[in-house]
């Protein structure tokens, strides 16, 4: 389960997410976040353009499931 502090900072962020908006949000390296979305553990599509995004739903549940965070 999420803290109300965190689920509040996940609520304010877009709906849907880039890689590197991600990555921010986890105060980690761009290349973090790729490679959970390439090993299947972070939920993430392409767009039309090519570029990964995270739908913050998907965001939350990572995070409740790795409630260490």
């Known amino acids: 389960m999420i803290s ?3 689920k509040e900072r996940i609520e ?3 709906a849907i997410l880039s ?3 991600a990555a ?3 105060s980690v390296r ?3 976040v790729y ?3 390439r090993r299947g553990t972070m939920p993430a599509y392409k767009d039309d353009e090519g570029r990964w ?3 913050r739903s998907d965001l ?3 995070c409740s499931r790795n409630s260490n965070l």
Do not use: N
């Open 35 to 37: 490679r959970l979305v």
């Open 30 to 32: 761009y290349l973090t």
């Open 60 to 62: 939350k549940a990572y």
């Open 12 to 14: 304010a962020l877009p």
């Open 24 to 26: 921010d949000f986890f």
């Open 4 to 6: 109300g502090i965190l």
């Open 53 to 55: 995004c995270i739908l």
């Open 19 to 21: 890689i590197a908006e």
